[in-house]
């Protein structure tokens, strides 16, 4: 009897898919972008530097689930203000592949990108030094996205400001970073955002192996993420989220200060959509102010809701199959897209509350019962 | 004296050699000092909300090792005075000593608990969504700093302490069960046993028994007892059957302060308690 609770319990570990699952997606990447490199174009399993690079975005947009799933799904903290985080990893990027451009601009300075000498600027703003290094630009993919998200976090957090106004309160700041980045005085190209990269490394970004290359390291560094968020989550600190998210206040009177636990999981979350953004830049060639939009981290929520918050790999399944979806259905019908999504929404909601993870695990137990009950009795 | 003089002065002050600051003084030890055999110090106690006075000079001394009872009606202020001494409402005025050396009101909830005082809240409680036994171990008494925690591992001495916990509490079968699954009664005692595991100094215990079953509540009973002595143990609760089954002491609030204190009897045959609380009871029946 007690060994059929502990097999059981055993395998509603969610860790045990994490593996395979991982496996499936390099296996995947492995064949698309052979598929891409070896195959002639005209051969049916030809994938085109187009698919490529859409599978690269769909990636970079599951990273950006992903973190929003392991403060969402598994800590309680709804974030309607990820996508934040995400462009400011965009823009660190989106910044350095402007640098690259070096004098082959459109007004050809050597120093000032396109938009400073059209706003006929003088001199480099003091944030744009530095970022022509690659390491620096990617320490700030990930720094600035971090502090942002510990002083929010250790305000909002240390005040216990939680719930609904916590959500609202992270909605305001990427609607302020939103406005703040339109600002032609802040120096991020305004409205018009980053674009017109040239190269990364050395390397041609139009290029099919950089693309693929590209594709490839975002699925690596997915899958890493993924399997360290995994780790995370299954330790003893995965277990003090899960018992914020559920009971914050016994939480806090058995010791923990769940404070700084929620401040800590905020600043990774953010930091992995940094990652996500830095990643994306160069594969769709333009940041723009738009990515701070509140929609676009509503979206991201339903893409987690739709596969299943408090899963990991329920989160990344979402965002590549509502953006697949997406892709289909705005070629179909622009217009309808938007309504879908939020009905989508609506029925995940009412008939999924576990997305579609959640079903599978339905569907499953709706089999096993009656076997389980035999061996039971 | 010139204001410059003064500035000097108050450097000098600073700067005394023969004092430490107060940041870089080492941390208090966190011995609990119960030399007067008295663990719990709460004085002068104060605590309105909106105007209305929940606690009002409120005074109780709780001696080490003791069981002690705390009833009182509704509003009475049971379950503020909780919140005080655990840290979750700061008073208005008065002073809460754990032990004669550690002032409780310049602590969080977190330190508090660590400090050794375990509370059990009036709806049970626990965390649904994990096992018995991971409730049992996040409840341990250990490092819970962010870092120690990511990194920590069960050692066999605490794999140990969960097990005895949870023959203590009598879910032996249901280590591996998820918390949800338990019923009413099930879920008070995992709260009592999270206490347990943490291996506290003074238990805070809100209406252990409501919606326990006769024989529950008879077990609940001998578990409190048992632990009397070795812990110190403050229970709330409005089953006057079961307080007389466990009290030595009992203390009765009133309007947010003690109206009397004394064994089960003197209690009874106190006028004053009569009057307001066991006198409404009688008058009901």
């Known amino acids: 009897m007690s060994k059929l609770i502990n097999w059981f319990s055993e395998g509603r570990s969610s860790g045990k898919y994490t593996l395979p699952f991982v496996i499936l997606l390099l296996a995947v990447t492995v064949l698309a972008s052979a598929a891409n490199l070896l195959l002639p174009q005209d051969s049916a399993l030809y994938v085109s530097t187009y698919s490529i690079t859409l599978l690269g975005k769909y990636l970079c947009y599951a990273m950006l689930a992903l973190a929003v799933d392991i403060i969402w799904g598994y800590c309680g903290i709804l974030s309607l203000g990820h996508g934040a985080f995400f462009a400011l990893g965009g823009y660190a990027m989106g910044m350095y592949l402007m640098r690259q451009i070096g004098d082959r601009g459109v007004y050809g300075h050597p120093i000032l990108p396109d938009f400073m000498v059209f706003l006929d600027w003088q001199e480099l703003p003091w944030f744009w030094h530095g970022m022509d290094q690659f390491w620096f630009a990617m320490i700030m993919a990930v720094l600035v996205p971090g502090l942002l998200a510990f002083v929010f976090g250790w305000l909002a957090f240390r005040s216990r400001v939680t719930g609904v106004y916590l959500s609202i309160m992270t909605q305001a700041l990427t609607y302020a970073l939103l406005l703040a980045f339109f600002r032609n005085e802040m120096g991020f190209g305004g409205n018009n955002g980053l674009t017109d990269f040239k190269e990364i490394l050395g390397f041609d970004l139009q290029s099919d192996s950089t693309r693929v290359s590209l594709f490839i390291i975002t699925a690596v560094l997915l899958a890493v993420v993924l399997m360290l968020s995994q780790r995370i989550l299954s330790s003893r600190l995965g277990k003090v989220t899960l018992a914020v998210r559920d009971a914050e206040a016994r939480t806090r009177f058995i010791g923990y200060r769940t404070e700084r636990y929620k401040v800590w999981l905020f600043v990774y979350s953010a930091v992995i959509a940094g990652v996500a953004g830095a990643l994306y830049v160069p594969q769709v060639g333009i940041i723009n102010p738009g990515e701070f939009s509140p929609i676009n981290s509503i979206e991201v929520v339903i893409w987690v809701a739709v596969g299943g918050r408090g899963t990991l790999i329920g989160a990344i399944i979402g965002a590549l199959l509502v953006n697949y979806a997406k892709t289909r259905f705005t070629a179909i019908m622009p217009d309808g897209w938007l309504f879908a999504l939020g009905a989508l929404f609506v029925l995940v909601t009412l008939f999924l509350p576990k997305g579609l993870i959640g079903l599978y695990g339905q569907l499953k137990s709706k089999r096993q019962p009656a076997s389980s009950q035999e061996v039971t009795s | ?285």
Not at chain 2, 48 to 60: C, V, Y
Not at chain 2, 114 to 126: A, D, E, M, N, S
Not at chain 2, 159 to 187: P, T, W, Y
Not at chain 2, 206 to 229: H, N
């Open chain 2, 1 to 285: 004296m010139s204001a410059f003089d003064n500035s000097i002065q108050g450097l000098r002050e600073t700067f005394r050699r023969d004092q430490v600051w107060p940041f870089l003084a080492p941390e208090q030890a966190a011995k609990i000092d119960v030399s007067n055999q008295m663990i719990l110090y709460v004085e002068g106690l104060n605590l309105s909300f909106d105007g209305f006075k929940a606690l009002n000079d409120l005074n109780l001394y709780v001696n080490d090792g003791e069981l002690r009872c705390l009833i009182g009606a509704n509003g009475a202020g049971k379950t503020t005075l909780m919140d005080v001494i655990t840290g979750k409402s700061k008073p208005d005025a008065g002073s809460v000593y754990f032990g004669q050396t550690h002032n409780l009101l310049t602590k969080d909830e977190a330190d508090i608990a660590q400090l050794g005082i375990g509370r059990k809240f009036q709806k049970p409680t626990v965390f649904e969504e994990q096992t018995v036994f991971d409730n049992l171990e996040l409840s341990l008494k250990t490092d819970k700093r962010v870092l120690p925690t990511l990194f920590a591992n069960l050692s066999p001495s605490e794999i140990d302490r969960i097990d005895e916990v949870l023959a203590i509490i009598g879910l032996k079968q249901q280590r591996f069960m998820k918390a949800g699954a338990l019923s009413h009664g099930q879920k008070q005692w995992l709260e009592i046993g999270m206490l347990l595991v943490s291996d506290p100094r003074l238990l805070l215990i809100d209406e252990p028994v409501a919606g326990m079953t006769a024989q529950e509540t008879e077990r609940t009973a001998e578990l409190l007892t048992s632990l009397a002595g070795e812990r110190t143990v403050i229970v709330v609760e409005h089953d006057m059957e079961f307080v007389r089954s466990i009290a030595r002491t009992v203390t009765v609030l009133h309007q947010g302060s003690v109206l009397a204190e004394g064994t089960m009897d003197q209690i009874q045959s106190n006028k004053d308690v009569i009057e307001v609380y066991l006198g409404e009871e009688a008058v009901e029946a």
